[in-house]
């Protein structure tokens, strides 16, 4: 089966930690996204990839960051420069051959604080 | 500045109903514009989807209305069934954007009555 996996499910940062969100998928797509929720609001843009080797910041890029050695695999590290990192992460794929722009979502990773 | 607004935090209808539920953008660059769908701790699923050039698109008992001169969109659900009772989010693409550089609004949470 198709699809995008991330993990963990749900993750605890304590105070000036680093923890890395794991996202990947074998839709053998190109292009890759990090977006953020939190109650009450939006997703919102992270980071994003077209292509192997190539990321560009989103509408929230601070305090975190990322990779993309891989096609599959698109990790987000949520630096301790983040401050306000407790949110629902979301991981999603495009096909850069598809127009209407249909993202695949992974099921997510709540990250709290301790 | 949100660019996409779902002013209604929630909705809730009895089953067999119509359920309507509406969102207005300010961006006049959007030309394309998506529904998904999102049950708790899983990611968001794409329902349906409506072109610039097109003022409805109907998907089983699922239509999209876009009133242009209006910057507006509403998803109707027609009979209303409890598996439809989920979080909604309209999301909006632009003309010139790269693929999947989607703007989502807060989403409504919709609760479907037996």
């Known amino acids: 089966d198709g699809g995008i996996t991330q993990s963990p499910k749900y993750l605890f940062r304590k105070e000036g930690q680093n923890v890395t969100l794991s996202c990947e998928q074998n839709l053998n797509h190109d292009a890759m996204y990090w977006y953020r929720q939190d109650p009450g609001q939006g997703l919102r843009l992270i980071y994003y990839s077209q292509i192997v080797n190539d990321f560009q910041k989103g509408d929230i890029a601070e305090g975190y960051s990322v990779s993309r050695e891989k096609k599959e695999s698109f990790p987000l590290t949520v630096t301790s420069a983040q401050k306000n990192p407790t949110a629902f992460y979301l991981c999603a794929s495009s096909s850069r051959q598809v127009k209407n722009e249909k993202l695949f979502f992974g099921s997510g990773t709540q990250l709290s604080v301790l | 500045d949100q660019q996409v607004k779902q002013n209604s935090p929630s909705l809730s209808v009895q089953e067999g109903r119509i359920s309507i539920l509406n969102c207005d953008y300010t961006?006049?660059?959007?030309?394309?514009f998506l529904w998904y769908k999102k049950y708790p701790a899983e990611g968001p699923t794409f329902l349906i989807s409506?072109?610039?050039?097109?003022d409805k698109n109907e998907d089983g008992r699922f239509t999209v209305f876009l009133n242009k001169s209006a910057k507006h969109l509403s998803l109707h659900i027609v009979p209303s069934q409890p598996g439809d009772s989920a979080v909604y989010f309209c999301a909006a693409s632009g003309v010139g954007a790269s693929y999947g550089k989607l703007t989502f609004g807060q989403g409504t949470i919709l609760t479907v009555h037996p």
């Open positions: 409506i072109s610039s050039i097109k």
């Open positions: 961006n006049s660059m959007f030309d394309y």
